[in-house]
């Protein structure tokens, strides 16, 4: 992997032939006794786009002087620590600057959505063949729109030994199950296991909490919502034009 701010040197795969995806699973505000899974797959449009993210936030790290506020203040901490960190105030300030920072890098995504029931390892399976094809499939159509073939790899965050092999056939099996699944054969799942995450992949973190905070309460302002919703390749059936769920 080619170095970069916020990249290991590590591996054999050059920075700008890697995507990432996060998923964000919890309790939904509406229905606190199941489970929402949100999946942001997220790749860059330009060979730059990784090294740009990391220069923004160096930027923005220098200017606000790493101004990080006490554990709890901010929802970003949990999921992008190194992302808050360099982001100044809290909540929907540094949310806000997040957000600016998202509309300028040449990045597009795909989301997913899963509702299930907690505690049934009998669904892992099919929960990771719903969430791979709802974002695989709009990422197939936009490499045909654009006459572009894969990423080498798919970035995410590390999960345990029976999450892998259920990731790894899922993952398999969509390229028969979306319309121009051929075109992801390329492609190889990795996980990162070497300490705090790349900013990347810190960033498809904290989108996918971002967009289950903003299915819990639609009224409340999501800047960082409304700079995803300009990078969104394919049609999302859970929410409207607003951003609103759909019933």
């Not at 999946?39 to 990784?50: L, N, T, Y």
């Not at 992008?80 to 600016?100: F, K, N, V, W």
């Not at 997913?112 to 974002?135: I, T, W, Y």
Request: hydrophobic fraction near 40%; glycine fraction near 10%.
């Amino acid at each position: 992997m080619t170095s970069a701010p916020g990249m290991s040197s590590k591996g054999a795969v050059p920075i700008e032939q890697i995507a990432v995806w996060a998923t964000s699973t919890r309790a939904p505000a509406d229905a606190p006794d199941a489970q929402r899974s949100i999946r942001v797959f997220c790749w860059p449009e330009v060979g730059k786009a990784w090294v740009r993210l990391g220069e923004a936030i160096a930027a923005a790290g220098q200017r606000f002087g790493h101004r990080v506020p006490d554990s709890g203040q901010c929802w970003m901490e949990g999921p992008a620590p190194q992302l808050r960190a360099s982001l100044h105030g809290d909540g929907i300030i540094a949310e806000a600057t997040l957000g600016a920072l998202v509309q300028r890098l040449p990045i597009r995504l795909t989301l997913a959505r899963v509702d299930h029931k907690p505690g049934s390892p009998s669904n892992l399976g099919q929960r990771c063949r719903s969430l791979f094809g709802e974002c695989m499939g709009p990422y197939a159509a936009y490499l045909k729109k654009t006459n572009q073939t894969a990423r080498a790899a798919a970035l995410s965050a590390d999960v345990d030994g029976q999450t892998r092999t259920a990731q790894a056939a899922a993952f398999t099996a969509i390229h028969s199950l979306v319309e121009e699944g051929g075109r992801l054969g390329a492609m190889r799942l990795r996980y990162w296991t070497d300490g705090p995450p790349p900013l990347p992949l810190e960033l498809a973190q904290v989108m996918a909490e971002g967009v289950a905070r903003h299915l819990d309460d639609p009224e409340r302002p999501s800047p960082l919502w409304e700079a995803m919703r300009a990078k969104l390749v394919g049609h999302v059936r859970w929410v409207g034009a607003s951003g609103r769920r759909r019933k």
